[in-house]
């Protein structure tokens, strides 16, 4: 169930919301009684990559990979750009 809450309780009690975040539960923020962004856990990237996997993997590129091989892994994870420049 996502819980509503409002931009000063988001900053007054972010511990809080950490917390909730962490054992599941996703939030609606409003603003001026208006929803203005979502706050949900990060489990899994869109691919079902876990958050242990992506680590892994984003570790093996070590700091001695290029640009491009870089570049290459985090494509396969997510996928390419979709962006036009």
Not at 13 to 30: K, R, Y
Not at 46 to 73: C, F, M, N, Q, Y
């Amino acid at each position: 169930m996502t819980r509503k809450i409002t931009q000063a309780e988001l900053r007054n009690g972010s511990a809080g919301v950490m917390d909730a975040l962490e054992a599941g539960e996703d939030f609606v923020i409003t603003r001026n009684g208006r929803p203005v962004g979502e706050l949900r856990p990060v489990s899994s990237s869109p691919d079902g990559v876990s958050v242990d996997e992506l680590k892994a993997r984003l570790a093996r590129i070590g700091r001695t990979a290029t640009g491009a091989e870089e570049r290459a892994e985090i494509d396969a994870i997510f996928g390419e750009d979709r962006f036009d420049d």
